[in-house]
């Protein structure tokens, strides 16, 4: 029984030594971009590079948990806010926002890079939005649509490039003290005319919608009537 005490407690600590790399290349990679070598991350992290090397095989392997993590993160957290839709639920999200920061400061540094890594982050990024909104409709929070996957690539794009345009306009310079601030003025920023157009709507009828899918030359599969109900 010791020794299996002595192989969880083991376990245990390298669970925590690679959870405390991870969380400090998302913060350096966020802060400093993907050029940032290994012996820096694991300076933050109290680590040797080899060490790194152990637990992540190499710089594109630490670059994926990196990856895997945040996703998760934004897939419980939207996963909660789409099947949950109270008001309650929101303010407690608001009310701490600042540790997302981290998060998504990495997550415009993907984008900003660009290349293989930031396709396959956006690429999942969708499908699990996708599983959320499917989640939100179960629940009867979201409403359905007739192309669900269309109208999730639809608003990843939006979610992304809103984010991606509002800080290389207003937070490009921004110092680590900063930047936590400056996210919750995004989101404090984009949230009330988000919630608006989320849940009252944009255009007065839907004859544009309608007169479109008559003339398109393959219409989403499913009843054009029930679309935008």
Excluded at 103 to 120: D, N, P, T
């Amino acid at each position: 029984m010791a020794s299996d005490g002595v192989g969880i407690g083991s376990r245990d600590g390298e669970f925590a030594t690679t959870s405390r790399i991870r969380d400090a290349a998302i913060e350096r990679f966020g802060r400093d971009g993907f050029r940032v070598g290994l012996r820096s991350i694991a300076a933050d992290a109290g680590v040797t590079a080899g060490l790194v090397i152990h637990h992540f095989g190499s710089k594109d392997g630490l670059r994926r948990a990196c990856d895997e993590h945040v996703l998760e993160v934004m897939r419980q957290e939207k996963t909660k806010a789409l099947t949950d839709g109270s008001a309650a639920m929101l303010l407690a999200h608001m009310a701490e926002v600042e540790q997302f920061a981290p998060m998504v400061r990495y997550l415009l540094r993907s984008l900003q890079a660009g290349g293989e890594f930031a396709l396959k982050l956006v690429e999942q990024m969708i499908a699990d939005a996708e599983e959320y909104l499917a989640a939100g409709e179960a629940a009867g929070v979201v409403r359905p649509s007739h192309d669900r996957a269309a109208r999730t690539r639809y608003l990843a794009y939006q979610a992304t490039g809103g984010l991606l345009l509002w800080f290389t306009l207003h937070g490009a310079d921004a110092t680590d003290k900063e930047f936590p601030a400056l996210f919750r003025r995004y989101a404090e920023d984009i949230t009330p005319p988000a919630l608006e157009l989320f849940t009252k709507g944009l255009l007065v009828d839907r004859s544009m919608l309608d007169d479109y899918l008559m003339y398109v030359p393959d219409p989403p599969a499913g009843d054009a009537g029930t679309a935008a109900r």
